[in-house]
């Protein structure tokens, strides 16, 4: 127990692991991929698989540490948020309560995933008695929102998120409503950054599926580029003002666009991160 356990959700974007998987694979003790049985997402669309990525699999997972958990996450009687919360309880119950379960999804890049790993296990008492002591660890998002011929938009402003827990009673997403513990780590996120097919099809068969106006946030995608996004605000997907403005980053791989970001510029200062830990201290103080 007391390991480092990474699982990963597999679904219509299964290509993204390609990018994620390679990026925890030293660091992790053991790698659990989620995928549906009946290959479908949490609004029952069907997905179809390449055999060419089980290959790819195999020949990468050098170290034996991958392993596939196939089941039947889908419930018609669940919403879409139901569903992924079944999923990723299921998934956390196979990986093991006692260790570091982190859940990542397919196109969430961990820039220096073994600075993360080192502050879990610097955290080590909150597996002694992980009910008891429920912790979130989270870090941050860098949100890609668009690919132009020279590089890419992304939000300016870096979003925190919860990638670990010691006990998943997960409530919504990754969420379980308990204590967070923030860390000074980025997470580069995949989450826009994609054809107009590919954004359709994640906006109809993701947790969030019925809270999305997927025709009015495509019209707005549409028009902006790197010669005008500075003209315009307020892009999130849900509640636009969270993502007030868009910056813009050259490069042509996914390689370049990450060495050109400036990691020490986006990540919220000590003090902020500071203030933000003691304030969860504090609130779960009495609790």
């Not at 890609?144 to 990638?163: A, C, H, M, W």
């Not at 994609?194 to 109809?204: A, C, D, L, N, Y």
């Given at each position: 127990m007391k390991e480092i356990q990474v699982g990963f959700l597999m679904s219509y974007d299964y290509k993204l692991l390609k990018n994620s998987i390679p990026l925890v694979y030293r660091e992790a003790n053991a790698i659990t991929i989620a995928l549906d049985d009946n290959l479908r997402t949490w609004t029952g669309g069907k997905f179809e698989v390449d055999d060419n990525f089980f290959h790819w699999l195999k020949s990468f997972d050098t170290e034996n540490k991958i392993s596939i958990y196939r089941d039947d996450f889908y419930d018609s009687s669940l919403?879409?948020?139901?569903?992924?919360?079944?999923?990723?309880?299921?998934?956390?119950?196979?990986?093991?309560?006692?260790?570091?379960?982190?859940?990542?999804?397919?196109?969430?890049?961990?820039?220096?995933?073994?600075?993360?790993?080192?502050?879990?296990?610097?955290?080590?008492?909150?597996?002694?008695?992980?009910?008891?002591?429920?912790?979130?660890?989270?870090?941050?998002?860098?949100?890609?929102?668009?690919?132009?011929?020279?590089?890419?938009?992304?939000?300016?402003?870096?979003?925190?998120?919860?990638?670990?827990?010691?006990?998943?009673?997960?409530?919504?997403?990754?969420?379980?409503?308990?204590?967070?513990?923030?860390?000074?780590?980025?997470?580069?996120?995949?989450?826009?950054?994609?054809?107009?097919?590919?954004?359709?099809?994640?906006?109809?068969?993701?947790?969030?599926?019925?809270?999305?106006?997927?025709?009015?946030?495509?019209?707005?995608?549409?028009?902006?580029?790197?010669?005008?996004?500075?003209?315009?605000?307020?892009?999130?997907?849900?509640e636009p003002e969270k993502w007030k403005r868009l910056n813009y980053v050259k490069g042509k791989t996914f390689t370049d666009i990450s060495d050109n970001l400036n990691y020490a510029a986006l990540m919220p200062s000590k003090t902020h991160i500071m203030s933000k830990n003691f304030g969860q201290w504090f609130k779960f103080l009495f609790k």
């Open positions: 919403t879409a948020m139901e569903n992924e919360v079944k999923e990723r309880k299921m998934l956390a119950s196979k990986m093991g309560i006692g260790n570091w379960i982190i859940q990542l999804d397919s196109d969430e890049y961990f820039v220096d995933f073994k600075k993360f790993t080192k502050e879990l296990r610097l955290r080590n008492k909150y597996l002694n008695h992980p009910k008891e002591n429920q912790i979130q660890i989270a870090g941050y998002y860098i949100n890609l929102y668009k690919y132009t011929d020279e590089g890419i938009l992304y939000v300016s402003k870096p979003r925190n998120q919860k990638f670990a827990t010691n006990y998943p009673s997960y409530v919504t997403g990754r969420n379980t409503n308990k204590q967070v513990i923030y860390i000074p780590v980025i997470v580069i996120h995949e989450c826009l950054s994609r054809s107009e097919e590919e954004i359709r099809t994640k906006f109809t068969n993701w947790g969030h599926s019925h809270q999305v106006d997927i025709d009015g946030f495509l019209e707005k995608w549409r028009k902006i580029d790197h010669s005008n996004y500075d003209q315009f605000e307020d892009f999130f997907y849900l």
